[in-house]
C-alpha cells in the first residue's frame, strides 16, 4: 500500500508561481509512473502531467511550457513547478502513482486545492 501527502496549494494572483510537493511512504522508483489530476468545480478530473520511472514526462497541452514536474527519489517525492498560473488553473491538484501488478493499480492522495485569483 502507497500513501500519498501532498502540500504546497494556496491562493496566488495570476501570472504567479507555486510548487506543489506529493511524498509517498514508499520508494517512488517502485512506481510505473507517478502524476498530478486536477479536477475544476463542475468539472472531471484530468490528467496534467506523468513522470515514468524512466523518467519520461508529459504534459497536457494547457500546461506546457508553463508547468514542469521533477522528483527527488532519495526523497520519494514529486514536485510540481508551477509558473504563469492563470485562473483557468484553478482546481484540486492531486497527486498520483500507477503500479501494475497484475492489473494497473492507481493510488490517489488527499488533494490540495489551488487558487488563481486576483
Known amino acids: 500500500q502507497v500513501q500519498l501527502v501532498e502540500s504546497g496549494g494556496g491562493l496566488v494572483q495570476p501570472g504567479g508561481s507555486l510548487r506543489l510537493s506529493c511524498v509517498a511512504s514508499?520508494?517512488?522508483?517502485?512506481?510505473?509512473?507517478m502524476g498530478w489530476y486536477r479536477q475544476a468545480p463542475g468539472k472531471q478530473r484530468e490528467l496534467v502531467t506523468t513522470?515514468?520511472?524512466?523518467?519520461?514526462?508529459t504534459y497536457t497541452d494547457s500546461v506546457k511550457g508553463r508547468f514542469t514536474i521533477s522528483r527527488d527519489s532519495a526523497k520519494n517525492t514529486v514536485f510540481l513547478q508551477m509558473n504563469s498560473l492563470k485562473p483557468e488553473d484553478t482546481a484540486v491538484y492531486y497527486c498520483?502513482?500507477?503500479?501494475?501488478?497484475?492489473?494497473?493499480?492507481?493510488?490517489w492522495g488527499q488533494g490540495t486545492q489551488v487558487t488563481v485569483s486576483s
Open positions: 498520483n502513482a500507477k503500479k501494475k501488478y497484475v492489473l494497473l493499480v492507481d493510488y
Open positions: 514508499g520508494s517512488i522508483f517502485s512506481m510505473d509512473a
Open positions: 513522470i515514468t520511472s524512466g523518467g519520461t514526462t
